[in-house]
């Protein structure tokens, strides 16, 4: 079984960081992209930024330049560094990843439960 856990959301204050940590865990044979999204009430979940396993990176263009994406695959854990967060980026922010378990034959993706982060203006 394989299992997502975010951690790092929270209260900020317009113009404030934070920085969000999604780990997983269990029987894991690779992971290839690792991602972000959020859902904001009322809206549709959106991507926000992933990764591929060989580096390359796509943001939305709302966050492009704010927001950081990085992967450490000895702990299989991808992270998301947000910078002079607004009011809009309020949302719950959901990690995927895309993993191939240790019994299965090919990948399939991950969601974590999500995180919350309310940004105040």
């Known amino acids: 079984q394989v299992q997502l856990v975010e951690s790092g959301g929270g209260l900020v204050q317009a113009g404030g960081s934070l920085r969000l940590s999604c780990a997983a865990s269990g029987s894991i044979f690779s992971i290839n992209a690792m991602g972000w999204y959020r859902q904001a009430p009322g809206k549709q979940r959106e991507l926000v930024v992933d990764?591929?396993?060989?580096?390359?990176?796509n943001y939305a263009d709302s966050v492009k330049g704010r927001f950081t994406i990085s992967r450490d695959n000895a702990k299989s854990t991808v992270y998301l560094q947000m910078n002079s967060l607004k009011p809009e980026d309020t949302a719950v922010y959901y990690c995927?990843?895309?993993?191939?378990?240790?019994?299965?034959?090919?990948?399939?993706?991950?969601w974590g439960k999500g995180t919350l982060v309310t940004v105040s203006s």
């Open positions: 990764i591929t396993s060989g580096g390359s990176t």
């Open positions: 995927n990843m895309r993993i191939r378990a240790v019994l299965d034959s090919y990948a399939v993706d991950y």
